[in-house]
């Protein structure tokens, strides 16, 4: 014990002569740590404040946990994955599956209201851009009311809008009427995306790029469902009792909405610790968990939600390249949408080309009702959801979230290539199924990696700016595949190939891997920090900016 303490003594001397950081020394149970009388001790450490002053810690007891910290990133990847999560993903999971029949929907009353009422192409196309220009306006708002009062807050109130405004839609006694509503609907769904933004602060790293993506399958049940319930409604009681039974999953999530928690890294953050503490020991709780010991900690940040954030040095090439897939994304995936009514009421690619040759000035108002088949074929490329999904499932974590999002751009554009040959009804649904498979999974990887790379002081705002880019993309699209599809079919099919091969380019040029990496708590925290920690975390050993630990004994 003497040659021990000699020991520490000339290390300490050592320290203050030479200038070395030779700073934690950690006894083993080998060691000659312990009295009879007096309480055991594990590690000894020496903090550096300067050149010439050195603070000896005292030892820390087993018996006092109070002076051990802990983050909520620590908290959740102890309680792990559990009954909470999976009861938090269907909650998240009701609000995504109404946004796909919100949006699905619109390919469905567009043929409807064009026969119906008569209307131009350009006024079918306004049904479809209106709702993307409520989204667009409205998603980076969203985004900062979720940074500013909370993720709970922001994502209920949004449901809640599309539930009132896309229930009175079904009661629309004009075109104007239905432009106004659906506009408001979809000011309203700009917000869904924050339900990525809440679930994905509750996830264990482990599992969080797995769970994220098998939420998407509740987005796939609600395209599929809006299919059939089309199916059974519009043939008999047409598309205002449409309108008004695709707001069932809204109903069942404002019923429930009352048990959705905050989150605890918003709490913490915002100061209010204690509801964190609460949350997560329910958390624990309902896991069947233990909460590690000490008290609570974080990098306070004070102003939230501020879109400069984004772009600073550190996230600008991040933010821009980002938005720039968004909105290629959602140009290319809505396109498809759309696209695929327009080429299964022409028959095949050479029938769009025949219609856009027709120089009758009634040509603009021919429609063409859904059948029955065109039902069958929608259904089909809708299902086209699921395997996408699981490809990209299996893939993420493998290849990483940039590969994997370049490789479903690069197939999309793949598969649109033999469009340009006049296939058959068959080939081009088996085209058009594998075409949305992917461009499905490359949406749900941006879904997963834009969380994972910003902070949690600007992660629902950047959720929010993302998605609001994707909105203009989808204003943009009814454009290209429901008028310029008239006039070129090669035209058309080009468009979407380029700014595919293009997105293609950005995600291998964005500059962060995130895969592996745990939640940013602060901006001041890099990723390259993170990453540093995640590597020494897996070797079994942590490091600090102000301390080094040396697990190996001192041997007396």
């Not at 050592?14 to 083993?28: A, E």
């Not at 900062?144 to 922001?154: A, L, M, Q, W």
């Not at 769009?352 to 027709?358: D, E, F, L, P």
């Not at 943009?476 to 293609?504: D, G």
Request: aromatic fraction near 12%; include cysteine.
């Amino acid at each position: 014990m003497l040659s021990f303490s000699r020991s520490i003594a000339f290390s300490v001397l050592f320290k203050i002569w030479f200038g070395f950081s030779v700073v934690t020394f950690r006894g083993t149970a080998g060691d000659s740590l312990r009295h009879d009388e007096e309480e055991q001790c594990g590690d000894y450490e020496v903090y550096t404040t300067g050149m010439q002053t050195v603070d000896l810690g005292e030892c820390r007891t087993r018996q006092d946990p109070t002076e051990d910290t802990f983050t909520v990133e620590d908290a959740v990847e102890a309680i792990g994955f559990g009954k909470f999560q999976w009861k938090l993903s269907i909650l998240t999971g009701l609000s995504w599956m109404a946004d796909a029949m919100e949006m699905m929907i619109l390919s469905v009353i567009s043929p409807q209201l064009h026969c119906e009422w008569m209307l131009p192409s350009w006024k079918v196309a306004m049904l479809t851009s209106v709702v993307f220009i409520g989204m667009m306006f409205s998603s980076t708002l969203w985004g900062n009311i979720s940074d500013k009062y909370g993720r709970k807050v922001g994502l209920t109130m949004c449901m809640m809008w599309v539930l009132y405004y896309g229930f009175l839609s079904a009661f629309s006694p004009a075109y104007g009427w239905v432009m106004v509503l659906r506009g408001l609907v979809g000011f309203g769904i700009g917000g869904a995306p924050q339900s990525v933004t809440l679930y994905s602060e509750f996830l264990p790293r482990k599992s969080r790029a797995t769970c994220i993506m098998l939420i998407q399958i509740f987005w796939a049940l609600g395209a599929v469902f809006e299919v059939l319930l089309a199916i059974w409604i519009m043939p008999t009681m047409g598309w205002r009792w449409l309108l008004g039974l695709s707001t069932a999953p809204l109903v069942v999530f404002v019923i429930f909405c009352f048990w959705l928690p905050e989150s605890p890294r918003f709490d913490v953050l915002s100061g209010n610790r204690e509801n964190a503490m609460k949350t997560l020991r329910h958390i624990a709780a309902d896991n069947g968990k233990t909460m590690p010991l000490g008290k609570l900690i974080a990098n306070k940040q004070e102003e939230r939600g501020r879109i400069r954030d984004l772009l600073t040095p550190q996230y600008r090439r991040t933010t821009l390249l980002l938005w720039f897939i968004w909105f290629a994304n959602a140009f290319s995936y809505y396109g498809l949408v759309l696209l695929t009514t327009e080429l299964f009421q022409a028959g095949d690619a050479c029938g769009v080309i025949t219609q856009g040759a027709k120089t009758e000035p009634k040509c603009n108002l021919e429609c063409k009702y859904l059948t029955l088949d065109d039902y069958k074929d929608l259904l089909w490329t809708t299902l086209a959801e699921f395997p996408g999904l699981f490809v990209t499932l299996f893939l993420i974590d493998r290849i990483g979230r940039k590969k994997s999002m370049a490789m479903c751009f690069l197939m999309f554009s793949v598969c649109i290539l033999p469009l340009y040959a006049c296939v058959g009804r068959v080939a081009l649904t088996v085209f058009i199924f594998i075409a949305r498979a992917f461009i499905t999974g490359g949406f749900q990887v941006a879904y997963v990696y834009t969380p994972e790379v910003y902070p949690t002081a600007t992660r629902a705002l950047g959720i929010g700016t993302c998605s609001g880019m994707a909105r203009v993309g989808a204003l943009l699209t009814p454009f290209v595949s429901q008028v310029l599809l008239k006039k070129s079919v090669y035209l058309t099919l080009s468009v979407y190939c380029i700014f595919c091969l293009l997105a293609t380019g950005a995600s291998m040029l964005l500059p962060i891997e995130t895969t592996g990496l745990g939640l940013q708590e602060s901006s001041r925290i890099t990723a390259g920090q993170e990453e540093m920690k995640t590597g020494q975390m897996s070797n079994g050993s942590e490091a600090s900016p102000t301390h080094t630990s040396y697990g190996s004994s001192y041997n007396s």
